[in-house]
């Protein structure tokens, strides 16, 4: 099994702290080492962005152990997620934090179009009313909002990823999106499919309280 990523100083009244979803999704890339490595083999060093980076823990656990020499671009529209990746990067990987830049834009908005090789999204997707309005200062304590209310069905922000995958994603590019059950996952695999992608359930189990279904997005 490997290393889980330490962290630490970091403020999770106003970051996402990691919990059931963020463990699953180091076992989802545990699991899919060998297929990333094997995709990226080819004297080319891709470009990795994690949307929604939080703490940091996914990303830093992708350099550490997957995409070595990858070069990262995350993002968060929370400027304290901002900060917590660059810390928790330099706090495991202080050889590597140089492959590590962190943006603060809303999901992949600042990004030129198709040139991300992996896309890693962990989205709010717990339903709600309506996604949260982005707080005014960075002490606001209602960042942590924005990480976990999803609005109708808990899919308004997951489709604004999934329906720009075409601009986002390189030629070659591959993206891994986590869904609870009230996502309906079966129903999202389904409509991507018709629209040409195809599309992997690389994991699901019960996480804690909660159904949880990592997919597989790339072209055909």
């Not at 968060?76 to 660059?86: E, F, G």
């Not at 330099?90 to 999901?107: F, G, I, K, Y």
């Not at 990004?111 to 717990?126: A, C, E, G, Q, W």
């Not at 359930?201 to 159904?211: H, L, M, N, Y």
Request: glycine share 4%; aromatic share 8%.
């Amino acid at each position: 099994m490997l290393s889980t990523p330490i962290t630490k100083d970091i403020d999770y009244d106003k970051v996402y702290e990691p919990s059931e979803d963020s463990f699953y999704l180091l076992d989802c890339f545990e699991q899919e080492r060998d297929y990333l490595e094997t995709k990226f083999k080819k004297n080319k060093v891709p470009i990795i962005t994690e949307i929604g980076t939080g703490s940091g823990i996914l990303t830093t656990f992708l350099l550490q152990h997957i995409l070595k020499d990858g070069i990262y671009i995350a993002t968060d529209v929370n400027p304290n997620a901002c900060k917590s990746v660059l810390q928790t990067v330099r706090n495991n990987c202080p050889t590597q934090a140089h492959l590590v830049d962190s943006s603060q834009m809303d999901l992949t908005s600042a990004i030129r179009s198709n040139i991300i090789d992996t896309l890693i999204f962990n989205p709010p997707y717990v339903p709600a009313s309506e996604v949260p309005d982005i707080p005014v200062t960075d002490e606001d304590s209602k960042w942590l909002d924005l990480a976990l209310l999803g609005g109708e069905d808990g899919m308004i922000v997951t489709w604004k990823v999934l329906n720009n995958l075409e601009r986002i994603l390189s030629t070659d590019g591959v993206a891994y999106i986590l869904f609870c059950a009230r996502n309906n996952p079966d129903k999202v695999a389904n409509e991507m499919t018709d629209r040409g992608w195809k599309v992997d359930v690389v994991i699901s189990k019960k996480a804690g309280w909660e159904v949880l279904t990592i997919l597989r997005f790339s072209r055909l």
